[in-house]
T-cell receptor, first 112, second 118 residues
Framework: GESVGLHLPTLSVQEGDNSIINCAYS??????FIWYKQESGKGPQFIID?????DKRQGQRVTVLLNKTVKHLSLQIAATQPGDSAVYFC???????????FGSGTRLQVQP | GAVVSQHPSWVICKSGTSVKIECRSL??????MFWYRQFPKQSLMLMAT?????????EQGVEKDKFLINHASLTLSTLTVTSAHPEDSSFYIC??????????????FGSGTRLTVV
Protein backbone atom coordinates (compact mmCIF):
# COMPACT_ATOMS: atom_id res chain seq x y z
CA GLY A 1 0.00 0.00 0.00
CA GLU A 2 0.97 3.61 -0.08
CA SER A 3 3.32 4.84 2.62
CA VAL A 4 5.31 7.76 3.81
CA GLY A 5 9.05 7.52 3.27
CA LEU A 6 12.17 9.50 4.04
CA HIS A 7 15.28 10.24 2.02
CA LEU A 8 17.94 10.25 4.76
CA PRO A 9 18.08 7.76 7.59
CA THR A 10 20.71 9.76 9.53
CA LEU A 11 21.49 13.46 9.54
CA SER A 12 24.50 14.82 11.39
CA VAL A 13 24.78 18.58 11.98
CA GLN A 14 26.87 20.93 14.04
CA GLU A 15 25.35 22.68 17.01
CA GLY A 16 23.96 26.03 15.94
CA ASP A 17 23.44 25.02 12.32
CA ASN A 18 20.05 24.70 10.72
CA SER A 19 18.70 21.21 10.07
CA ILE A 20 16.41 20.09 7.30
CA ILE A 21 14.67 16.74 7.51
CA ASN A 22 12.79 15.55 4.46
CA CYS A 23 9.84 13.26 3.91
CA ALA A 24 8.24 11.98 0.72
CA TYR A 25 4.68 10.81 0.77
CA SER A 26 2.84 8.92 -1.90
CA UNK A 27 -0.80 9.26 -0.94
CA UNK A 28 -2.27 12.30 -2.66
CA UNK A 29 -5.42 11.80 -0.59
CA UNK A 30 -3.66 12.78 2.64
CA UNK A 31 -5.05 15.97 4.12
CA UNK A 32 -3.02 16.42 7.27
CA PHE A 33 0.61 15.99 8.26
CA ILE A 34 2.48 16.00 11.56
CA TRP A 35 6.13 15.93 12.53
CA TYR A 36 7.07 14.01 15.66
CA LYS A 37 10.25 13.75 17.68
CA GLN A 38 11.03 10.48 19.41
CA GLU A 39 13.75 10.04 21.98
CA SER A 40 15.05 6.62 22.85
CA GLY A 41 12.56 4.53 24.80
CA LYS A 42 9.84 7.17 24.68
CA GLY A 43 6.68 7.85 22.76
CA PRO A 44 6.49 10.36 19.90
CA GLN A 45 6.33 14.02 20.85
CA PHE A 46 4.38 16.48 18.73
CA ILE A 47 6.47 19.14 17.01
CA ILE A 48 4.38 20.83 14.37
CA ASP A 49 1.55 20.06 11.98
CA UNK A 50 0.19 21.33 8.70
CA UNK A 51 -2.98 20.88 6.72
CA UNK A 52 -2.96 20.11 3.04
CA UNK A 53 -4.44 23.52 2.19
CA UNK A 54 -1.28 25.20 3.49
CA ASP A 55 2.29 25.17 2.20
CA LYS A 56 4.15 26.55 5.18
CA ARG A 57 3.75 26.77 8.89
CA GLN A 58 6.12 28.11 11.52
CA GLY A 59 6.58 27.32 15.15
CA GLN A 60 9.25 28.08 17.68
CA ARG A 61 12.56 27.31 15.88
CA VAL A 62 10.73 24.94 13.53
CA THR A 63 9.15 25.34 10.14
CA VAL A 64 7.24 22.77 8.12
CA LEU A 65 7.00 23.08 4.35
CA LEU A 66 4.55 21.15 2.24
CA ASN A 67 4.91 20.76 -1.50
CA LYS A 68 1.88 18.91 -2.77
CA THR A 69 3.05 19.02 -6.37
CA VAL A 70 5.90 16.64 -5.63
CA LYS A 71 4.41 15.17 -2.48
CA HIS A 72 7.20 16.38 -0.26
CA LEU A 73 7.27 17.48 3.34
CA SER A 74 10.18 18.99 5.21
CA LEU A 75 11.00 20.01 8.75
CA GLN A 76 13.44 22.83 9.30
CA ILE A 77 15.00 23.30 12.70
CA ALA A 78 16.80 26.57 13.28
CA ALA A 79 19.90 26.82 15.47
CA THR A 80 19.96 23.10 16.18
CA GLN A 81 20.80 22.21 19.75
CA PRO A 82 22.12 18.98 21.35
CA GLY A 83 18.67 18.46 22.85
CA ASP A 84 17.29 18.18 19.34
CA SER A 85 19.13 14.89 18.85
CA ALA A 86 16.44 12.25 18.34
CA VAL A 87 14.59 10.37 15.63
CA TYR A 88 12.12 12.44 13.67
CA PHE A 89 9.06 11.00 11.98
CA CYS A 90 6.60 12.52 9.61
CA UNK A 91 3.08 11.18 9.79
CA UNK A 92 0.18 11.62 7.44
CA UNK A 93 -3.51 11.14 7.72
CA UNK A 94 -5.42 9.93 4.72
CA UNK A 95 -8.65 11.78 4.04
CA UNK A 96 -11.49 9.97 5.77
CA UNK A 97 -9.19 7.90 7.95
CA UNK A 98 -8.63 8.62 11.61
CA UNK A 99 -5.29 6.94 12.18
CA UNK A 100 -1.89 8.36 11.33
CA UNK A 101 0.57 6.59 9.04
CA PHE A 102 4.21 7.10 9.97
CA GLY A 103 7.23 7.47 7.75
CA SER A 104 10.44 5.54 8.26
CA GLY A 105 12.19 8.15 10.39
CA THR A 106 15.42 10.17 10.33
CA ARG A 107 17.92 10.17 13.13
CA LEU A 108 19.26 13.64 13.83
CA GLN A 109 22.67 13.79 15.50
CA VAL A 110 23.83 17.15 16.75
CA GLN A 111 27.57 17.47 17.15
CA PRO A 112 28.72 19.90 19.86
CA GLY B 1 -2.74 19.79 27.87
CA ALA B 2 -3.69 16.27 26.90
CA VAL B 3 -1.85 13.53 28.76
CA VAL B 4 -1.83 9.83 27.97
CA SER B 5 -0.52 7.38 30.52
CA GLN B 6 0.66 3.95 29.44
CA HIS B 7 1.37 1.13 31.85
CA PRO B 8 3.55 -0.77 32.36
CA SER B 9 6.57 0.95 30.85
CA TRP B 10 8.30 -2.38 30.50
CA VAL B 11 7.43 -6.01 31.07
CA ILE B 12 9.18 -9.34 30.75
CA CYS B 13 7.06 -12.43 30.38
CA LYS B 14 7.51 -16.10 29.65
CA SER B 15 6.62 -17.53 26.28
CA GLY B 16 3.03 -18.73 26.21
CA THR B 17 1.71 -16.31 28.79
CA SER B 18 -0.49 -13.25 28.24
CA VAL B 19 0.35 -9.64 28.94
CA LYS B 20 -2.01 -6.69 29.32
CA ILE B 21 -0.99 -3.12 28.52
CA GLU B 22 -3.12 -0.19 29.63
CA CYS B 23 -3.55 3.17 27.97
CA ARG B 24 -5.33 5.92 29.85
CA SER B 25 -6.24 9.45 28.86
CA LEU B 26 -5.80 11.38 32.08
CA UNK B 27 -7.42 14.73 31.42
CA UNK B 28 -9.67 14.20 28.45
CA UNK B 29 -12.10 11.73 27.00
CA UNK B 30 -10.70 9.77 24.11
CA UNK B 31 -13.30 8.74 21.60
CA UNK B 32 -10.67 6.89 19.62
CA MET B 33 -7.45 5.22 20.61
CA PHE B 34 -4.76 3.67 18.45
CA TRP B 35 -2.22 0.95 19.11
CA TYR B 36 1.14 0.90 17.37
CA ARG B 37 4.07 -1.48 17.42
CA GLN B 38 7.63 -0.41 16.87
CA PHE B 39 10.57 -2.72 16.31
CA PRO B 40 14.13 -1.46 16.96
CA LYS B 41 15.26 1.23 14.53
CA GLN B 42 11.97 1.05 12.68
CA SER B 43 8.91 3.20 12.40
CA LEU B 44 5.61 2.94 14.20
CA MET B 45 3.26 0.49 12.57
CA LEU B 46 -0.45 0.82 13.24
CA MET B 47 -1.95 -2.33 14.70
CA ALA B 48 -5.52 -1.31 15.35
CA THR B 49 -7.97 1.48 15.98
CA UNK B 50 -10.26 1.14 18.95
CA UNK B 51 -13.47 3.01 19.61
CA UNK B 52 -15.17 3.27 22.94
CA UNK B 53 -17.96 0.74 23.19
CA UNK B 54 -17.37 -1.00 19.89
CA UNK B 55 -15.03 -3.52 18.34
CA UNK B 56 -11.56 -2.52 17.32
CA UNK B 57 -10.57 -2.23 13.68
CA UNK B 58 -7.41 -4.18 12.99
CA GLU B 59 -4.89 -3.47 10.27
CA GLN B 60 -4.23 -6.09 7.65
CA GLY B 61 -1.92 -8.80 8.94
CA VAL B 62 -2.59 -8.15 12.63
CA GLU B 63 -4.15 -11.15 14.36
CA LYS B 64 -7.18 -9.96 16.28
CA ASP B 65 -7.29 -13.13 18.38
CA LYS B 66 -3.72 -12.63 19.44
CA PHE B 67 -3.85 -8.91 20.13
CA LEU B 68 -7.05 -8.33 22.07
CA ILE B 69 -8.14 -4.72 22.35
CA ASN B 70 -10.77 -3.49 24.75
CA HIS B 71 -11.95 0.11 24.92
CA ALA B 72 -14.57 -0.11 27.63
CA SER B 73 -14.56 3.56 28.62
CA LEU B 74 -13.66 6.94 27.18
CA THR B 75 -10.47 7.02 29.22
CA LEU B 76 -9.13 3.47 29.03
CA SER B 77 -8.06 1.10 26.31
CA THR B 78 -6.19 -2.13 26.90
CA LEU B 79 -4.09 -4.30 24.63
CA THR B 80 -3.63 -7.93 25.64
CA VAL B 81 -0.96 -9.94 23.92
CA THR B 82 -2.14 -13.52 24.24
CA SER B 83 0.13 -16.55 24.17
CA ALA B 84 3.14 -14.32 23.72
CA HIS B 85 6.16 -15.54 21.79
CA PRO B 86 9.65 -14.07 21.45
CA GLU B 87 8.74 -12.56 18.08
CA ASP B 88 6.10 -10.46 19.87
CA SER B 89 8.88 -8.67 21.72
CA SER B 90 8.58 -5.05 20.68
CA PHE B 91 7.80 -1.50 21.80
CA TYR B 92 4.05 -0.98 21.96
CA ILE B 93 2.73 2.58 21.88
CA CYS B 94 -0.80 3.83 22.28
CA UNK B 95 -2.27 7.08 21.05
CA UNK B 96 -5.47 8.71 22.16
CA UNK B 97 -7.43 11.17 20.15
CA UNK B 98 -9.47 13.85 21.83
CA UNK B 99 -12.69 14.45 20.01
CA UNK B 100 -13.46 17.89 18.65
CA UNK B 101 -10.03 19.29 19.35
CA UNK B 102 -7.48 21.27 17.44
CA UNK B 103 -5.34 19.12 15.21
CA UNK B 104 -1.90 18.01 16.31
CA UNK B 105 -2.61 17.99 19.94
CA UNK B 106 -5.60 15.84 19.15
CA UNK B 107 -3.21 12.93 18.77
CA UNK B 108 -1.41 12.31 22.04
CA PHE B 109 0.96 9.40 22.52
CA GLY B 110 1.75 7.34 25.55
CA SER B 111 5.31 6.73 26.64
CA GLY B 112 5.31 3.17 25.31
CA THR B 113 5.66 -0.31 26.75
CA ARG B 114 8.74 -2.41 26.13
CA LEU B 115 7.64 -6.05 25.96
CA THR B 116 10.26 -8.78 26.15
CA VAL B 117 9.14 -12.38 25.80
CA VAL B 118 11.62 -14.98 27.01
Amino acid sequence: GESVGLHLPTLSVQEGDNSIINCAYSNSASDYFIWYKQESGKGPQFIIDIRSNMDKRQGQRVTVLLNKTVKHLSLQIAATQPGDSAVYFCAERYTGRRALTFGSGTRLQVQP
Amino acid sequence: GAVVSQHPSWVICKSGTSVKIECRSLDFQATTMFWYRQFPKQSLMLMATSNEGSKATYEQGVEKDKFLINHASLTLSTLTVTSAHPEDSSFYICSARKGGTTEGYGYTFGSGTRLTVV
